[in-house]
């Protein structure tokens, strides 16, 4: 019989996972706090859940892709949460970003109801998403891996197991601090280049293939070039939230970070004027002023 999946979390990253899923042929149940994200999927070929029950009592192997480890912890285990619905076998994998501590937690209190737990957060965007090119770090038993791989092939290009439930996360946090210093360091050269006379949207081209060249710099270079912050990509928050659990690993680690926490501090700073939900690229707005 057909694995029945449940997907929980129909934002930005989740919903174009589950359509991924549906294209591949797969039995999928989805559940959202707002419905409405949930129509789409539905007529793509979803079974909508009326609650949380749905998902545990139907699904083999539940997905979750929430936007906080509050947010995992209530669904999972607040009232009427996930974990009443649950039984012995089944697997949860997180796509979520949250705390190591917490996903270690979580994973220890479902163990004791033998069901099992991935930490998996993914990184590539709402692209990779769309484009099943994502790249998949997980925590957790190597025989749980094996049991979720045919679906991470429908997701991601790659799929590393980076060791016991909690290193999947710890790899997410070092991979924000790269982005998100990155992130800046690209606005920062963008807004220079304008200033000092170069058309910058010809940097990213320009600099494809040499040493400076990434990912990110291919697609936030040619956005703040423009001031093309539409669609949203990478929230603000979001990566804000990370930088922030980057911060409490490194403290409990005694592990310097002074460009990532310089770059927590920049992106504050514009979260704060009202930019926190928008995309990551407008971050170069702080550098085309003349007064940061």
């Not at 501590?101 to 099992?116: E, K, M, N, P, S």
Request: charged share 20%; net charge negative.
């Amino acid at each position: 019989m057909m694995t029945k999946i449940g997907f929980i979390g129909m934002g930005l990253m989740g919903s174009r996972m589950t359509s991924r899923l549906l294209q591949a042929g797969f039995d999928v149940w989805v559940w959202n706090r707002s419905v409405d994200k949930c129509q789409a999927l539905v007529e793509q070929g979803a079974k909508l859940a009326a609650n949380l029950a749905d998902i545990g009592r139907e699904c083999d192997i539940i997905l979750l892709c929430l936007a906080d480890t509050d947010a995992v912890e209530s669904v999972v285990f607040g009232e009427n949460g996930l974990a009443n619905y649950l039984s012995s076998q089944q697997l949860i994998v997180d796509f979520s970003s949250i705390t190591p501590d917490a996903t270690r937690l979580f994973a220890q209190r479902l163990r004791a109801q033998d069901i099992y737990w991935l930490d998996c957060p993914v990184s590539g965007g709402v692209m990779g998403a769309e484009k099943g090119t994502l790249i998949l770090m997980a925590g957790g038993e190597g025989q749980q891996i094996e049991r979720f791989k045919p679906i991470a092939q429908h997701l991601g290009q790659k799929l590393t197991h980076m060791g016991d439930v909690g290193t999947g996360q710890i790899t997410k946090i070092c991979n924000q601090m790269i982005v998100a210093s990155n992130a800046v360091l690209i606005a920062e050269t963008v807004a220079l280049a304008a200033k000092a006379g170069v058309d910058a949207r010809q940097l990213a081209p320009a600099l494809a293939g040499g040493f400076a060249d990434s990912l990110p710099l291919q697609i936030l270079a040619p956005r703040m070039a423009t001031d093309s912050f539409e669609p949203v990509q990478w929230k603000v928050q979001t990566l804000l939230k990370d930088l922030d659990n980057a911060v409490a690993l490194a403290k409990e680690n005694t592990s310097s970070t002074p460009i990532s926490a310089l770059a927590s501090q920049l992106l504050r700073l514009h979260a704060a004027t009202g930019a926190s939900l928008e995309d990551l690229s407008s971050v170069v707005r702080l550098f085309k002023k003349t007064d940061l």
